[in-house]
């Protein structure tokens, strides 16, 4: 974002972060064999493979993740994606104090 601010692009477009919750440790290291892009830390798999209820987790670290974007300056919004499970996107929501503008 700090390349997109220098440039004043922040001010002609809508950046938008996407957000995917990661509900189980073996799915979170699937996607960050696979996606080379994806940046998932140890400290987050940790986090879904030692909790009670690993989908809560991720539930949580999403909501946290889309915490920390809102305040970078130049986002404007958040996608959340989480395939056909509306259920988990509504979890999400509602963990992270999402409201409709």
Request: net charge negative; aromatic share 2%.
């Amino acid at each position: 974002m700090s390349h997109i601010r220098e440039r004043g692009l922040h001010d002609k477009t809508c950046v938008i972060a996407g957000v995917m919750p990661v509900t189980s440790a073996q799915r979170a290291v699937t996607l960050a064999e696979k996606y080379c892009h994806l940046d998932i830390g140890d400290g987050v798999v940790e986090r879904l493979d030692t909790a009670q209820d690993s989908r809560e987790a991720g539930v949580h670290l999403a909501a946290e993740t889309i915490a920390y974007v809102q305040k970078v300056p130049g986002v404007r919004g958040v996608h959340i994606s989480t395939g056909e499970d509306h259920g988990l996107a509504a979890d999400v929501i509602a963990a992270a104090g999402l409201e409709r503008n």
